[in-house]
């Protein structure tokens, strides 16, 4: 499915905006101290009256995915050798509260430059306005789509999941189109390029697969989680990361204030995987470049460790999805650390223990 322009989309009010010149966008958009970090911007805070947003139609539906894209993509097996890394960061905004914009994650990815996709919740596009339009408008960037308010689809219906990944899809499509408007060069997706959904909580059930993957979206996850919301210093994670990378991977982390030393171990990682010669990529060239390896259903680290919370959601609500509640009867109740620090709206209450020094290669030269 090609991605979705909505047209009369509203342009946005940047009062930062510059007339495009010949300097590569976002440059030619913003002056350097709208693009740079700013004090207090990535804490999260309750929302108010003046914050809401109005929910959008979803999408319309596009032909179902191929088969090399179904199921959900954990990671590529990259076709000739080469070393490609996909960095991910997600953007969640839950329904009553206005998340935060780690702009020392995008600093860092931007110095090294270093491709990254962010994958949005939609209501968080439409509450950062002129960060999403900075992001939008980065050739350095893709941005893809988590649902509209961050909420967990493990036991939804299939029909229910779809409307919810279409109308992230939605709100994502509104916010291209306004950026369009301010700053004309877009972002490194791909035109025609396969939508990209990331189920929020990194929970799912194979239905929900299914319904997400027949409404024209491919489901993607990761292979390399360093826990960044938890109380991990920006060495553990580091070292989480440049240990745990190979060719074809893709890594979790969080731009929207959650990953509390997410940035400053971004200074570690970026030029520790390049001195190993790696190469970054956005998720979509990453999957070009050879075959996705899936799974059936989605996990944090390992198969069923999303259990523990979708058990709280399944006491707090009927299940729609009486498959996806059978399933979750029959697994087992413990779940690792990380897929808890990834599922709770605080961090960790035990640390994780921190890492020795990392070696590094010495930088290769050309």
């Known amino acids: 499915m090609p991605k979705i322009v909505l047209a009369g989309a509203a342009a946005l009010a940047l009062a930062a905006f510059v007339p495009p010149s010949a300097a590569a966008p976002p440059e030619a958009c913003w002056p350097g101290t709208a693009l740079s970090a700013r004090p207090g911007e990535a804490q999260e805070r309750p929302m108010t009256a003046a914050d809401r947003v109005a929910r959008p139609a979803a999408a319309t539906p596009g032909p179902a995915v191929p088969a090399r894209l179904s199921g959900v993509i954990r990671r590529v097996e990259v076709a000739g050798g080469r070393k490609l890394v996909a960095l991910t960061f997600d953007l969640c905004e839950t329904g009553g509260t206005i998340a935060g914009y780690d702009g020392t994650v995008v600093d860092a990815l931007r110095a090294g430059g270093a491709a990254a996709t962010f994958f949005a919740s939609g209501k968080w596009l439409a509450t950062h306005e002129e960060r999403a339009a900075q992001l939008l408008s980065d050739p350095l960037f893709a941005v893809e789509a988590h649902g509209w308010t961050h909420p967990n689809l493990h036991f939804a219906a299939p029909e229910a999941v779809a409307a919810e990944a279409l109308t992230a899809e939605a709100g994502l499509a509104a916010a291209r189109t306004a950026t369009a408007a301010v700053c004309p060069v877009g972002s490194a997706a791909a035109d025609g390029a396969t939508p990209l959904f990331r189920f929020p909580f990194g929970s799912c059930s194979p239905e929900g697969v299914a319904a997400a993957n027949a409404a024209g979206m491919a489901v993607i996850q990761w292979d390399v989680v360093p ?48 001195a ?48 996806a509640k059978t399933a979750l009867a029959k697994s087992t109740p413990a779940g690792s650390a990380t897929a808890a620090a990834m599922a709770r709206p605080v961090p960790l209450a035990q640390p994780v223990a921190a890492a020795g020094p990392m070696p590094v290669a010495a930088p290769r030269r050309n």
């Open 227 to 274: 826990g960044d919301p938890g109380f991990v210093d920006a060495k553990t994670i580091a070292r989480a990361v440049v240990d745990g990378v190979r060719p074809g991977s893709i890594v979790v982390m969080h731009a929207n204030g959650r990953g509390r030393h997410t940035g400053e171990a971004l200074a570690i990682i970026v030029p520790a995987l390049k």
């Open 276 to 323: 190993r010669g790696y190469e970054f990529v956005t998720v979509d060239a990453l999957l070009a470049a050879g075959t996705p390896v899936t799974a059936e259903t989605c996990y944090v680290t390992r198969p069923g460790d999303t259990a523990a919370y979708d058990r709280k959601l399944a006491k707090a609500a009927p299940a729609a999805n009486p498959a």
